[in-house]
Structures are given as structure tokens and as C-alpha cells.
Antibody, heavy 117, light 111 residues
Framework: QVQLVQSGTEVKKPGSSVKVSCKASGGSLTSYTITWVRQAPGQGLEWMGRITPILEIANYAQKFQGRVTITADKSTNTAHMELSSLRTDDTAVYYC??????????WGRGSLVTISS | QSALTQPASVSGSPGQSITISCTGSSSDVGGYNYVSWYQQHPGKAPKLMIYEVSNRPSGVSSRFSGSKSGNTASLTISGLQVEDEADYYCNSYTTSGTLYVFGTGTKVTVL
């Protein structure tokens, strides 16, 4: 079982960018695909994108294309999700999870990102 | 890509069985056996309960089972317990504009 440790709470202004990190322990990041999911307050889960570090390939949900960048730093075993041009409706908890095949079996505890002027 | 459709809420008494539906299309639920289910307690991260329609990960109670018929997948919880009270989300691989799509979520209440 891999442990995914996420970065802490962020408060950002509209129009700025945020970068959330997800450090894997208990295994090499290159063995996994890491997916990102967000959840706005009181709302459901929303798939944003994923990265397969060993292939250096990222895939994004159409909704976030052009605004999200998912990367992986193999030297630190850490995946990152950067979201730009932030709006107030980007306020959410952002989760990273290990994608195994076609499901998500280990999750980070989430990173709260608040967008406020 | 619209979210998969789930009932907003389902309730049952301890010991009863309940079923949560998850309706999509031939581009997602109906087209692939890649449906998974997640349980989420308030303030916590989601937890995988079922994968590939009907497989249970190690450590998940056998009271949880999954199935699929056409474009609708289902999660059944038998012998309902107080600790089953949570939100449940389905997820499916999809070919419509994104790789994966979640359901709208169902709040399970144990009466």
C-alpha cells in the first residue's frame, strides 16, 4: 500500500495559480499513475487529470485543458498539480490518488485550496 | 461530459439491504467493465469499495457487492450497519471528453 502525503492549505487570489504536491512513500512514483480529483464544498467528486511518470504522459479532463498542468518529479517521488487563472469556483479540496488499472485504490488526505479576493 | 446519475439519497434500517444505482451511457458504464465505487465519510478522503463492476478490494466487507446491467451499475449494501452511513460515488472510464467520470453521489442514511 502506498502512502500519498499532500501539501497543506492554500489561499489564493482570483487570477493567480496554485501548485499542490503529492509525495509517494512506500514505493517509487514511477510504478504508479497518479490521478487528481477535486471536490468543491458540499459537492461531488470531479476527475481532473492524471500522470504516468514512467512514460511522462499526462492526460487532462476537457474541462481543465489549458488551465491545469500535472507533472512528476521522480527524484523526489512527488507529483504536482498546478491550476492557473483561478476563479472563486475553484475553491475545493484537491485529492491525489493512485490509479491502478482503471480505479483509484490509495488516496491522499486532500489539500484545501481557497480562492478569495 | 456530464456526471453519471445517482439518486441523491437512499436510506434503510440496520440489517436491511439497500441498492444504489449509477446510470450512464454506452460511452461509459455500458461500454466497459470499468465501474468502481467509493465511500466517503464527512471530512475524509474517498475509499475504494468495488472495482471493475463487482470486485472487492482486500479488507472491504463482503456486505458490499456490485453489478451492472446495460448502462446502469449498482452497489448493494446488505446487512446495513450504522458505520455504512456515508456518501457513495460511482466512477467509470469514459470515451467522452475525459478519461473518467464520477457519479453525482448518493447519501446513505441508516435510520
Amino acid at each position: 500500500q502506498v502512502q500519498l502525503v499532500q501539501s497543506g492549505t492554500e489561499v489564493k487570489k482570483p487570477g493567480s495559480s496554485v501548485k499542490v504536491s503529492c509525495k509517494a512513500s512506500g514505493g517509487s512514483l514511477t510504478s504508479y499513475t497518479i490521478t487528481w480529483v477535486r471536490q468543491a464544498p458540499g459537492q461531488g467528486l470531479e476527475w481532473m487529470g492524471r500522470i504516468t511518470p514512467i512514460l511522462e504522459i499526462a492526460n487532462y479532463a476537457q474541462k481543465f485543458q489549458g488551465r491545469v498542468t500535472i507533472t512528476a518529479d521522480k527524484s523526489t517521488n512527488t507529483a504536482h498539480m498546478e491550476l492557473s487563472s483561478l476563479r472563486t469556483d475553484d475553491t475545493a479540496v484537491y485529492y491525489c490518488a493512485r490509479e491502478r488499472g482503471n480505479y483509484f485504490d490509495d488516496w491522499g488526505r486532500g489539500s484545501l485550496v481557497t480562492i478569495s479576493s | 461530459q456530464s456526471a453519471l446519475t445517482q439518486p441523491a439519497s437512499v436510506s434503510g434500517s440496520p440489517g436491511q439491504s439497500i441498492t444504489i444505482s449509477c446510470t450512464g451511457s454506452s460511452s461509459d458504464v455500458g461500454g466497459y467493465n470499468y465501474v468502481s465505487w467509493y465511500q466517503q465519510h464527512p471530512g475524509k478522503a474517498p475509499k475504494l469499495m468495488i472495482y471493475e463492476v463487482s470486485n472487492r478490494p482486500s479488507g472491504v466487507s463482503s456486505r458490499f457487492s456490485g453489478s451492472k446491467s446495460g448502462n446502469t451499475a449498482s452497489l448493494t449494501i446488505s446487512g446495513l450497519q450504522v458505520e455504512d452511513e456515508a456518501d457513495y460515488y460511482c466512477n467509470s472510464y469514459t470515451t467522452s471528453g475525459t478519461l473518467y467520470v464520477f457519479g453525482t453521489g448518493t447519501k446513505v442514511t441508516v435510520l
